[in-house]
Structures are given as structure tokens and as C-alpha cells.
């Protein structure tokens, strides 16, 4: 990560494109570059349509405003607890855990996410742990960002432990794209904590595109299955990127054949920036009927929009 690529123009030459076609960072509300270049292998050379390309190069299309996209597309401002702790379900909290990722996903529904409240100090997050122990509906603690496991693992283990300490909580979830974009993260350390909290974890893996599982990812998601870890996977329906039926069979193949179960399909949250990337509620409605008739069931995610309010998730299909 301490060596990724932050500038545009080195990523279109490093991939044998012209330049032109991106923005620079002053020109995409401010959400700067970052591919770490473990994902290069996993881009076409030459090829400007690349769906792993896509996800990650700035688009000048991301400065126009549209109708309906906006900076807190799921108005979790009004869900903030506290800094860095959100509240929207009754049994559940989420720690915005870290402000940093391994990569900057163009449609992050966070871009524009105030991390500069984030946890950072000791007494920081005593705080928080202080509000989740009081918080006695709550089950399940979901670890966010940025990507929690751009922590390192000593402090993930203590974090755990203490976790571990309220005892109305039961379930740890991890949600992360570092062993897809990095696998190397999933080392001895991480598994070694992940067996050993009295909480059930849970490992939620955001990938896209089987393009973005080569061997060393198909690797560490393996580590994770064999340590006892249920892994799971979430996706977001991209325009472009893997809005046919063909490339999401093979992605959802690809999970399930490596024993993670496909759990979310996402439609894009309405994030300023993001707008070329939408694929229509119904377009994505008729592939998961597509994928139903050709995978079996436990290899189709659920197809869902996160209302900006409401109890839960709305499944569309």
C-alpha cells in the first residue's frame, strides 16, 4: 500500500493507455487516486473498457452533478451515534473503523464520509466500546471504513478481546476488500485472532468481477474457509463493469466454488460521482432471474437497495 499508484497518468501508462480520458483529482470532488499495484496484473493491457480498470480510474463524468446523486446517499450523518459509530438496526452497530482502504473504488458510497471522526486515539475508542456495553439490544458489532484490515493485527486482537468482554454481544463481522485487492493481508496473525475470539466472526469480502480472483486471491480466501472463518461476499451491479448475466454467473461460480457464499448484490448508492456507474432497478431485476435459472440457489446473492432510512435492507429480487 505504501507503494501504490496515486497519480493518473501513471496508472494509464503502467496499463498501456494513452493519456486524456481521466480526471484529475480536482476534478472528481476530491476523491483521490489509489490502486496498489498488486491489482495491475488483473487489468487488459491497452484496453480502456477494462471492468477492473473501470472501477478504479478517475472519470472526468464524475464532476457533473446529477438529479438524485448526493454526498450521503444512505444519510448516515443521521445514523452517527457517536463519531465513528453508527447506528441503524436495533441489534447491530458499525464502527467506522479506519479511514483508510487499499483502493479507491470510484463508486464508494463513502467517498465524500467525514473520516476525520473516525477512532484514533485510546481514549477514543474506549468511548465507543464504553457506548456499545451500554447498548444492550445489541448482538453484532460490524467492523467498516475505509477497510478495517488496513489495522494491523495486534490492535484488531485487542479490539476483539475487548469486544469479546461485553457480554450481550455475540457476532464480530468484518467487511473488507483487502483480500481481493491485497491477499497477502490474510496472514497468520489475522487468522490466528479470528479463531481465537469467543465472538462468532464473519468475513464479508467485497469483489466484483472474476477478474479481480487470481491464484493468490483464490489463495487467502482459502485460508479464511480452512481457518473456520464463514466467509461471505458482496457485490455492487456496476455499469460496465458486470451488468451481464455471463459475468456474474462466473463471479458467483467462482465464490461458490471456493466456498464463499455470494450474500449481497448491491444497487449503487446514489453517491455523487457515481452516476455513470448506475445499471436500472429493472435491468438488474431480470439477470438475477436470469442467474436463477442457470446457478443453483446458494451461488445467487440477494438482490438489494439500501433505503437511506427504514429498518433493513429492501430486496428487489
Not at 113 to 134: H, K, M, N, Q, V
Not at 177 to 189: F, H, K, S, Y
Not at 219 to 242: D, K, M, Y
Amino acid at each position: 500500500m505504501d507503494d501504490a499508484i496515486t497519480d493518473p497518468a501513471e496508472l494509464r501508462r503502467l496499463v498501456g493507455l494513452p493519456l486524456g480520458t481521466s480526471s484529475p483529482d480536482g476534478e472528481n470532488g476530491g476523491f483521490p487516486l489509489l490502486v496498489p499495484r498488486t491489482l495491475l496484473g488483473r487489468i487488459r493491457p491497452g484496453d480502456p473498457k477494462d471492468p477492473v480498470l473501470l472501477q478504479v480510474l478517475p472519470q472526468t463524468v464524475e464532476a457533473i452533478d446529477q438529479p438524485g446523486f448526493t454526498k450521503d446517499p444512505l444519510a448516515e450523518a443521521g445514523a452517527a451515534q457517536s463519531p465513528g459509530l453508527l447506528r441503524k438496526y436495533q441489534d447491530r452497530l458499525l464502527i467506522v473503523a479506519s479511514r483508510a482502504c487499499a483502493v479507491h473504488c470510484r463508486f464508494c458510497f463513502r467517498r465524500h464520509f467525514p473520516y476525520a471522526d473516525s477512532p484514533r486515539t485510546l481514549e477514543e475508542w474506549a468511548a465507543i466500546l464504553g457506548e456499545i456495553a451500554a447498548a444492550e439490544s445489541v448482538r453484532e458489532v460490524i467492523l467498516s471504513g475505509g477497510d478495517p484490515l488496513t489495522l494491523d493485527d495486534g490492535f484488531l486482537a485487542w479490539l476483539a478481546g475487548r469486544l469479546a468482554e461485553i457480554p450481550h454481544l455475540t457476532r464480530l463481522r468484518i467487511h473488507t476488500r483487502l483480500p481481493i485487492i491485497v491477499p497477502q493481508r490474510v496472514t497468520d496473525e489475522l487468522l490466528t485472532w479470528l479463531r481465537a475470539t469467543r465472538l462468532t466472526p464473519f468475513v464479508v469480502v467485497h469483489v466484483n468481477h472474476p477478474a479481480e480472483i487470481d491464484e493468490a486471491v483464490g489463495e487467502a480466501l482459502t485460508r479464511l474457509v480452512e481457518a473456520g472463518i464463514p466467509v461471505l461476499s458482496q457485490s455492487v451491479l456496476l455499469r460496465g463493469v458486470n451488468d451481464r448475466v455471463e459475468v456474474l454467473a462466473a463471479l458467483f461460480e467462482r465464490l461458490a466454488d471456493l466456498r464463499v457464499m455470494p450474500y449481497y448484490l448491491h444497487q449503487l448508492d446514489r453517491v455523487a460521482g457515481a452516476a455513470h456507474f448506475e445499471v436500472p432497478e429493472h435491468e438488474g431485476i431480470n439477470l438475477v432471474r436470469q442467474l436463477r435459472a442457470r446457478l443453483p440457489g446458494y451461488a445467487v446473492p440477494r438482490y438489494v437497495r439500501q433505503p437511506p432510512s427504514g429498518p433493513n435492507k429492501l430486496v428487489l429480487a
